[in-house]
């Protein structure tokens, strides 16, 4: 079984540009989650969502938004990106909307602003 | 608010022996999960170990294992016969099962190997 794919695995931008990231969750996962993992403040939950839902969302500013497609493969846009942004986006997916269910991380998709 | 703490920025253990990561936690919550993921080089979070706040016995995997003391607000990671595969960072996160359903993620340990 395929694991969860992220695309594209590097980029980088530039300051003000915006950027779009895509997951593609494990076969049958309903559920898809997003964090940002940057060396200051860790590993920290973007927003998650659930059949085409958000479920929840993290403190982040509006700059930060995100969607989920019928078939679970979502995606999450930066506009405006700031110097700050530049971090490893981390998608996971898990089966559904049961809190206790594992999840499971794709590869991060490293984000580079200059 | 949860909040998850990691007291140890790094530890080191030698192969073969017996390391324990410690991790607290705040909530006013009665339900939650608890959770230790490993990090390796290649950044690919791992589960290693999943615990449910309701059930008291401790969860085992493997070499792996937790010490689960719940009115401390206690969730510490045991490994042993340690190997070099185990080096990586880990974390510790908080789940909670009401409310916002937010993952809350420790700093992370750094543990090293040496062989």
């Known amino acids: 079984k395929a694991g969860v794919t992220q695309t594209p695995r590097y980029l980088i931008k530039t300051r003000g540009q915006q950027v779009t990231l895509s997951c593609s969750p494990i076969?049958?996962?309903?559920?898809v989650s997003w964090y940002q993992q940057t060396p200051g403040q860790g590993l920290q939950f973007l927003f998650e969502y659930f059949s085409e839902t958000q479920r929840n969302k993290g403190n982040f500013p509006g700059r930060f938004s995100g969607r989920q497609f019928s078939n679970s493969r979502s995606e999450m846009n930066v506009s405006t990106l700031e110097l700050g942004d530049s971090a490893l986006y981390l998608c996971a997916s898990s089966l559904g909307q049961n809190t206790g269910n594992t999840i499971y991380f794709g590869e991060g998709s490293w984000l580079t602003v200059v | 608010a949860q909040t998850v703490t990691q007291s140890q920025p790094e530890m080191s253990v030698q192969e073969a022996e017996t390391v324990t990561l410690s991790c607290t936690y705040d909530?006013?919550?009665?339900?939650?999960?608890l959770f230790w993921y490993k990090q390796p080089p290649s950044r690919q979070m791992i589960l290693v170990i999943r615990q449910e706040a309701y059930k008291q016995q401790n969860a085992t995997e493997n070499r792996f294992s937790v010490n689960f003391q719940k009115a401390a607000k206690s969730f510490s990671l045991k490994i042993s016969d340690s190997q070099l595969g185990d080096a990586a960072m880990y974390f510790c996160?908080?789940?909670?099962?009401?409310?916002?359903?937010?993952?809350?993620f420790g700093t992370g340990t750094r543990l090293k190997v040496l062989a």
């Open positions: 909530t006013s919550e009665s339900d939650y999960y």
């Open positions: 076969s049958g996962h309903r559920s």
């Open positions: 996160a908080y789940r909670s099962a009401e409310g916002t359903y937010k993952y809350i």
